[in-house]
C-alpha cells in the first residue's frame, strides 16, 4: 500500500498539545494505522504546478514532478529545494480515507485521547450557484454521469497547505476513486472561473485548451492530451472506449477541467489562491459524494477559518442533489450483540461514550444505540462496523485473553469428505483433475453453451474484466474452457472437476449460497454418451447411489442424445444433474474440433 508522510509538528498543533513520539506511534498503531516509524524528509517545491515532492534523505531529488509529470532535468530551476520536514511515516489504511491528511488524523485522534468527542459538525452556507449536466454522461459513449461540487472561502495557502490538499487528492484517487475510474477530484481557483458551471462532453478534436503543468501556453485537443500529457498518458484507459471525453466549463465557456484526466492551467490553485471550486466526478454516485465530504471536511480541520457554500446538481431527468451533503447517517446498534461480539461487556453508557470517541454522537434506547455518523465515513456499512469501532476505542490491547469455554477436536467437514471421495473416484477411472476459475464472463456462462441467462447469479459490482463478472453456477464452462486451451495436446483427453458453485439466496444472511458439484468430460475422436454414461455410473455406484438416465432436452447438448441423472434419496427421485453429447455449436464456440461428452453433478442433493 502508499505509504504517507504525516507531519509531526502540524499533527501536534491539530491536536492541541504536544505528545510524544514514542507515545504517538502507539495511539496511531491502537487506531489501526501501520506505522513505519519517524523519517526527514527532503522537499522540492515544482515551479510549474507548485506540488512539493518529497523523497527521503537517502534518495535523490526527484527527476519528475509526481503531479503535473514535468521533467525537472530538462530545466532544474524549476526543482526549487524548500526546508525539509519531520514526519511519522505510515501506510495508508484503505479503510480509513477521511484519516489520510494531518487534519483528519488529528480530528481521529482527538477523540481517541477524548479531548474531543461526538460528531463535529461543519457549517454549510447555501447553494449560490449550480451545476448543469449534459444528459450524453449517462451514455456508453462518455458514461462519467456523476458530479458533486463545493465552493470554500478565505483559505491562506502555505508550502505545508498545498502540499497536504495535493498529497489527499492523489491518495483519494487511490483509496476510493480505484485510480480515478470511481471517482476523481478537481480544486480550482474559484476566482479564475464564474459560474454557474456545465458539466457536459467534448469530441476528441473538438477545442483546444492549455493543460496543467504547460507554461508556454500551448494549447493540445483531448487526443493530445491523452497521447501527450503525462497524465493523459497515465490514464489514457479511463476513457479509451469513449466516443466523447468528459468536459467542466464555467459560465464564460472557460475551462476548468477534463476529468479525470487534467485540470487546465488557467484555474490552477497557487500561493495566492484564496478561494476554491472543488469537484469530484466518477461513475459511483455514492463514492464521489463521500469523497468530496472527505475532502471539504479535512480543508475545515485545517483551516477552521474557511467558509464553504454549497452547490446545486442539476441532473437531465430532473432530480437536483446540493452537495456537499454533510448530514450524518443513522445506524442503529445493539449492545447486547456488540458485548457478545467483541469480549467485553460495557453498559449501555460506556458503550456510548466508546462510539462518541470515534467521533459518533449517540442516543441510548434501551439496549439499542442510535447512532449518527459522519458523512466522511466511508467504512460504516454494518452493524459489525460499529461494533469494530467500539473495539477501537476501547483497545484490543485492553482485553484479555481467555480460554474457550468448550474445547473441540477438529475435523474435516462432512462436505469436504464427501468430495475429496468423488475426486477419489473420479482419478481412480483415469480422469485428471483441473481446478477453474469461481468467476467467469455471462457469454462463456450461458451464450455459449446455448441456454438461457439465469435469473440466480451473482454479479460482481466492479469486475477487473468482462471476462471474471460473475460467479459460475455451474462447472462445464470451466471444462470446455480448459479443453479449449488444451486442443494442442494429444487425444483423448479425460478431465474432471469437483468445486463450489454459487446461487443467490435472499433467505441467507450473505445472500447466497455455495455448494459442490462434480462434472467430467471426455474429448476425442469417438466421444459419445455410452462412453461418459459409464463413468456417471461408476462415479455414483461408488456414492452409493443407483442411477436411471431420463432423456431430456438441453441446448448444450445434441437433441437426443442427453437426459437427466436421476437417483433415488429420502425424498424420492431426484433429479441431481445432466449428461450428454456437446453439441457442434458449443463445440465451435469453444474453438473445439472433436467430439465431446460430459455430465454434471450436483453433490449437495445426493450427500448423506
Known amino acids: 500500500m502508499p505509504v504517507i508522510g504525516i507531519p509531526v509538528d502540524h499533527l501536534n498543533r491539530l491536536i492541541g498539545r504536544a505528545i510524544e513520539r514514542e507515545q504517538l506511534l502507539e495511539h496511531l498503531q491502537h487506531l489501526g494505522c501501520d506505522i513505519e516509524g519517524f523519517a526527514t524528509l527532503a522537499r522540492f517545491s515544482c515551479g510549474v504546478c507548485g506540488h512539493i515532492n518529497e523523497v527521503t534523505e537517502s534518495e535523490d531529488a526527484p527527476a519528475y514532478c509526481e503531479r503535473c509529470g514535468f521533467d525537472f532535468r530538462s530545466d532544474e530551476a524549476q526543482r526549487r529545494a ?28 482527538r477523540g481517541y485521547l477524548g479531548l474531543e468527542t461526538g460528531l463535529q459538525r461543519y457549517a454549510l452556507e447555501a447553494a449560490a450557484t449550480h451545476v448543469d449536466v449534459d444528459p450524453l454522461l449517462e451514455s456508453d459513449a462518455a458514461y462519467r454521469p456523476f458530479i458533486a461540487c463545493a465552493r470554500v472561502y478565505g483559505i491562506t495557502f502555505d508550502d505545508d ?33 464564474r459560474g454557474p458551471y456545465r458539466y457536459t462532453t467534448i469530441g476528441p478534436d473538438q477545442t483546444r485548451f492549455v493543460p496543467l503543468g504547460v507554461t508556454d501556453g500551448r494549447a493540445s485537443s483531448p487526443r ?43 484555474t490552477r490553485v497557487h500561493h495566492g489562491s484564496r478561494n476554491l471550486f472543488i469537484d469530484v466526478t466518477g461513475t459511483v454516485e455514492r463514492v464521489v459524494h463521500r469523497t468530496l465530504n472527505i ?21 437531465p431527468d430532473g432530480k437536483t442533489v446540493t452537495t456537499p451533503d454533510l448530514r450524518p447517517q443513522r445506524v442503529a446498534l445493539s449492545a447486547a450483540r456488540t458485548n457478545k461480539l467483541i469480549g467485553f461487556s460495557p ?63 477438529g475435523q474435516a467437514h462432512p462436505n469436504e469428505l464427501f468430495a475429496a471421495k468423488a475426486r477419489q473416484i473420479l482419478c481412480g477411472q483415469g480422469f485428471l483433475e483441473v481446478m477453474t476459475l469461481m468467476l467467469v464472463s455471462p457469454e462463456n456462462a450461458y451464450e455459449k453453451l446455448r441456454i438461457p441467462t439465469s435469473e440466480s447469479h451473482v454479479v ?123 453439441h457442434p455449436e458449443v463445440l465451435e464456440r469453444f474453438n473445439l474440433v472433436h467430439p465431446a461428452a460430459l455430465f454434471e453433478l450436483d453433490l449437495a442433493a445426493i450427500q448423506r
Not at 469513449?242 to 459560465?251: C, F, N, S, V
Open 161 to 193: 497547505l498545498i502540499r497536504v490538499v495535493m498529497k489527499l487528492q492523489e491518495n483519494l484517487h487511490w483509496a476510493l476513486g480505484r485510480n480515478r475510474k470511481l471517482a476523481s477530484i478537481g480544486v480550482y481557483d474559484l476566482d479564475t472561473t
Open 460 to 582: 460482481i459490482e466492479y469486475p477487473v474484466s468482462q471476462e471474471q463478472s460473475i460467479v459460475r453456477e455451474s462447472l462445464v464452462p470451466g471444462l470446455l474452457e480448459t479443453m479449449s486451451l488444451n486442443a494442442h495436446n494429444d487425444l483423448p483427453q479425460q478431465i474432471f472437476e469437483v468445486g463450489h458453485v454459487t446461487e443467490l439466496a435472499p433467505t441467507l444472511e450473505t445472500g447466497a449460497r455455495d455448494y459442490y458439484r462434480a462434472a467430467a468430460a471426455i474429448i476425442s475422436a469417438k466421444a459419445g454418451f455410452a462412453e461418459i454414461k459409464q463413468v456417471a455410473e461408476a462415479l455414483l455406484r461408488e456414492l452409493g447411489y443407483a442411477a436411471r438416465f431420463v432423456a431430456a432436452s438441453q441446448g448444450t447438448f445434441i437433441e437426443g442424445r442427453a437426459a437427466s441423472i436421476v437417483v433415488e434419496t429420502a425424498d424420492g427421485a431426484t433429479p441431481i444433474g445432466v449428461i450428454g453429447e456437446v
Open 224 to 266: 493530445e492530451v491523452l497521447a501527450e500529457h503525462p497524465k493523459g498518458k497515465a490514464y489514457a484507459h479511463l476513457l479509451e472506449h469513449h466516443e466523447r471525453y468528459p468536459w467542466l466549463i464555467d459560465a464564460e465557456g472557460n475551462v476548468l477541467s477534463m476529468p479525470p484526466i487534467i485540470n487546465s492551467e488557467a
Open 295 to 315: 475532502v471539504v471536511t479535512s480543508l475545515c480541520e485545517l483551516s477552521p477559518e474557511i467558509r464553504v457554500e454549497q452547490v446545486e446538481i442539476r441532473y
Open 347 to 409: 453498559s449501555e453508557d460506556e458503550l456510548a461514550e466508546l462510539l462518541r470517541r470515534m467521533r459518533h454522537d449517540v442516543a441510548i434506547d434501551g439496549d439499542a444505540l442510535q447512532v449518527d455518523v459522519a458523512a466522511y465515513r466511508n467504512d460504516i456499512l454494518h452493524e459489525r462496523d460499529l461494533m469494530e469501532d467500539a473495539a477501537i476505542s476501547y483497545g484490543y490491547h485492553n482485553l484479555v485473553p481467555s480460554l474457550v469455554r468448550s474445547m473441540t477436536v
Open 82 to 109: 524548500i526546508d525539509p520536514i519531520d514526519v511519522v511515516r505510515m501506510e495508508l489504511l484503505a479503510v480509513r480515507p477521511d484519516i489520510f491528511d494531518v487534519g483528519g488524523l488529528a480530528r481521529c485522534v
